[in-house]
């Protein structure tokens, strides 16, 4: 009997009819990881929902105003082994004509294989993969709101609405109005 992992025993294969849905929000993992532990899983990606800031909202963020740039391009540029790693969450990674990664064969592999299984898989804008393009996202009704950052997803009352409605797999019975301070 093979243990229950994510490379595809049977107790993964159980877990994948019994997932309705899975949301990442700016995912911090390497698209090789990504590569490694999503696209193997067919049914899986095809219930995959990421939410990315746009790449000019991902350079209007900073990491405690140390680096001027998101947390994203931080960890890409300064805290994987390899000099500009893709990273899930960066919108970039859904681009084929952005050439500013590390330019390696194998990082151009990775990225076309990430590509490949998200368009067999149907991720793509604005159904399943939505971008952040508003410097400012809608926390609380009528219209209070913040800045859009890494930090914001868990304060944006579409984004959050929109997950719990996929996980329950119908409407609210009351809208999601108000999330300052989460």
């Known amino acids: 009997m093979q243990p229950a992992d994510c490379d595809g ?17 700016a995912p911090a993992c390497t698209v090789q990881f990504a590569n490694r532990h999503y696209t193997p899983h067919v049914e ?3 219930r995959l929902y990421l939410h990315v800031l746009s790449d000019d909202v991902e350079r209007d963020d ?7 740039k998101s947390l994203l391009y931080f960890v890409s ?3 994987e082994v390899d000099l500009r ?3 899930l969450g960066l919108s970039h990674v859904f681009d084929a004509s952005y050439a500013g990664w590390d330019g390696t064969s194998s ?3 990775t990225l076309k294989n990430w590509r490949d299984a998200a368009a067999d898989a149907g991720l793509k804008e604005p159904e399943r993969l939505t971008l ?23 304060n944006d009352i579409s984004v959050i609405g929109t997950t719990i409605e996929r ?16």
């Open 77 to 79: 540029n300064a805290l």
């Open 62 to 68: 900073n990491v405690a105003a140390i680096y001027r």
């Open 44 to 46: 899986l990606m095809k």
């Open 167 to 182: 996980i329950l797999g119908g409407p609210l019975l009351l809208p999601v109005e108000d999330l300052r301070g989460f």
């Open 85 to 87: 790693t893709p990273i």
């Open 132 to 154: 952040v393009k508003d410097d400012k996202i809608l926390t609380a009704k009528p219209d209070t709101r913040i800045r859009a950052g890494h930090g914001s997803f868990d």
């Open 107 to 109: 990082v151009g592999e």
């Open 9 to 25: 025993g049977p107790a993964a294969r159980r877990l994948a009819n019994s997932v309705a849905s899975i949301h990442l929000y």
